[in-house]
């Protein structure tokens, strides 16, 4: 019999927000070892150009496959949209982004219906979610909502204020149509998707939310379990962050829904 052995996995992402991805993985697989890396020195990537997103991505991917990683996810939406080819070249590893396995849980759902993409300025104006989706017989509406990666990192969940900008965003994109599901395309939205769908049914959509944390999970565990079978151990993780290591353990445990310890500082340059 093969002897089984236990994947390494790196994760990888602008900052926090990846840390959902992280959560919906680590129940999968058992016996992997995740390296979690978030460039929290330069986020936010949403508002920055498509070089710049490349080449902060593609020296974070290099880092992990560095430190052993035999695969690469990468949790970061605004990356995956504009610079997963890039990412792709510069690594000899599997390379998993999250917009694939999201736009594939959609259409599964909704065969051929219309769609409506959440996500940053970088990744609406990149276009990749409604080419992809284009590509699976879907039709996306993409509304691009700036506001809500501060508001989720300033702790405001449950607040009016989020609400109000909620209303604002929701309204504006439900004046163009009726989607059958709205996809969260961006790692902070699943911690603010109760007050997304209370909105949703506020405004009289329907709309059933898909997020890409446990797409992206479920792609990982399908690919990771046909090439390496892992034992039954639970599953471990480090992180490692380039700015400072409290702030990452302290808003990182939110984001993972448990406590974070022992951050590794890492510096990538500027
Ligand atoms: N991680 C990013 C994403 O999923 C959001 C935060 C950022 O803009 O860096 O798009």
């Known amino acids: 019999m093969p002897e089984e052995r236990s994947p390494v996995l790196g994760v990888f992402d602008s900052g926090f927000g990846g840390l959902t991805v992280l959560r919906a993985l ?14 929290t020195a330069r986020l936010p990537y949403g508002a920055k150009s498509q070089a710049t997103i490349a080449r902060y991505a593609v020296e974070s991917a290099r880092f ?5 990683a035999e695969y690469l996810i990468i949790a970061c939406n605004t990356a995956t949209a504009l610079a997963l080819d890039e990412i792709k070249a510069a690594v000899a590893i599997p390379v998993i982004g999250v917009i694939e396995p999201l736009v594939h849980a959609a ?10 993409v959440l996500a940053t300025t970088a990744t609406v104006q990149s276009h990749a979610y409604a080419k992809l989706s284009e590509a699976q017989g879907l039709r996306a509406m993409e509304k691009e909502c700036p506001l809500l990666v501060p508001l989720v990192e300033e702790g405001w969940i449950d607040h009016p204020v989020t609400r109000d900008v909620l209303r604002i965003y929701l309204t504006e994109a439900l004046a163009a149509g009726r989607p059958k599901a709205v ?6 939205y699943p911690l603010i998707a109760p007050e997304i769908e209370a909105m949703l049914r506020e405004l009289g959509s329907n709309a059933e939310i898909i ?3 446990q797409a992206t999970a479920a792609e990982v565990e399908r690919v990771v379990a046909r090439q390496s079978p892992a034992t ?26 448990r406590a974070i310890e022992h951050v590794h500082h890492l510096d990538l340059g500027g």
């Open 232 to 257: 039954q151990v639970p599953a471990t993780f480090e992180c490692f962050a380039t700015d400072s290591v409290d702030k990452f353990e302290r808003l990182g445990s939110l984001f993972l829904g």
């Open 26 to 39: 680590l129940p999968r697989i058992a016996g992997a070892h995740y390296i979690y890396l978030g460039d």
């Open 183 to 188: 996809l969260l395309g961006c790692t902070h």
């Open 64 to 68: 992990l496959e560095d430190h052993g």
């Open 107 to 116: 259409q599964k759902r909704h065969p051929n219906s219309e769609v409506l």
């Open 211 to 213: 997020d890409s944390a």
